[in-house]
């Protein structure tokens, strides 16, 4: 069981830049893939970027690619989002979720996702 928890979020302008992290109990998070996803008010869910279970792969939503990197350390049982430029649309809570989840369809998927943490919000003001 992997339990994470979300830090990092809070308040930038246009152009700035935020790193989150996830910081996850439990023995089994270098076994498990790592996702971001985030939801601003009255919206669903939405993918963000995910990591395979050793960081060989990773994935990211068209929204974000090339401006977002996300990574992990599983010595530490860490997961980072590193967000640049920074734009109003991305302003939402974002969550980290873990699980073993080996497709890349599926990683892009909330349901694919057992456990999740509680979100941390980031608000972008242009």
């Known amino acids: 069981q992997v339990q994470p928890v979300e830090s990092g979020g809070g308040l930038a302008q246009a152009g700035d830049s935020l790193r989150l992290s996830c910081t996850t109990s439990?023995?089994?998070?270098?076994?498990?893939?790592m996702a971001w996803f985030r939801q601003a008010p009255g919206k669903e869910r939405e993918f963000v970027a995910a990591t395979s279970h050793n960081g060989a792969t990773t994935h990211y939503g068209d929204h974000v690619r090339g401006r977002f990197t996300i990574s992990r350390d599983n010595a530490n049982q860490m997961g980072y989002l590193q967000m640049n430029s920074l734009k109003p649309e991305d302003t939402a809570v974002y969550y980290c979720?873990?699980?073993?989840?080996?497709?890349?369809?599926?990683?892009?998927?909330?349901?694919?996702?057992?456990?999740w943490g509680q979100g941390t919000q980031v608000t972008v003001s242009s």
């Open positions: 979720a873990a699980d073993r989840v080996y497709s890349l369809a599926h990683m892009t998927l909330p349901r694919s996702y057992e456990w």
């Open positions: 439990g023995r089994t998070f270098s076994s498990v893939a």
